[in-house]
């Protein structure tokens, strides 16, 4: 099972922008979708921003225009760029990856353990 690792998050005032990281590191033969979600208090966990291999993206009508997702495919990195922050963008966020261990072509879904990001207004 590969570990993925965030980094990135903090504090940071209403307008300003924060960059999280997210490292996979483990046997791993391929990195399919890569994506970042996240939680707040009460709410249920909502996809922010994903990237396939071939770098196509989609994300959250709320943060487009201020995220920007990218990846690293040598790296096996997956980072999240946020400008513009605002407090309701105050949550715990994930990385999540669609590993194939093994080669065979199936996907296994695997998280990070959350970096805390909180806007102040």
């Known amino acids: 099972q590969a570990q993925l690792v965030e980094s990135g998050g903090g504090l940071v005032q209403a307008g300003g922008s924060l960059t999280l990281s997210c490292a996979a590191s483990?046997?791993?033969?391929?990195?399919?979708?890569m994506g970042w979600y996240r939680q707040a208090p009460g709410k249920q966990r909502e996809l922010v921003a994903r990237?396939?291999?071939?770098?196509?993206?989609n994300y959250a009508d709320s943060v487009k225009g201020r995220f920007t997702i990218s990846r690293d495919n040598v790296k096996n990195m997956v980072y999240l760029q946020m400008n513009s922050l605002k407090p309701e963008d105050t949550a715990v966020y994930y990385c999540?990856?669609?590993?194939?261990?093994?080669?065979?072509?199936?996907?296994?879904?695997?998280w990070g353990q959350g970096t805390q990001v909180t806007v102040s207004s």
């Open positions: 999540n990856a669609q590993i194939d261990y093994l080669g065979t072509g199936r996907n296994r879904d695997t």
């Open positions: 483990g046997s791993i033969f391929r990195i399919n979708a």
């Open positions: 990237i396939t291999r071939g770098a196509n993206t």
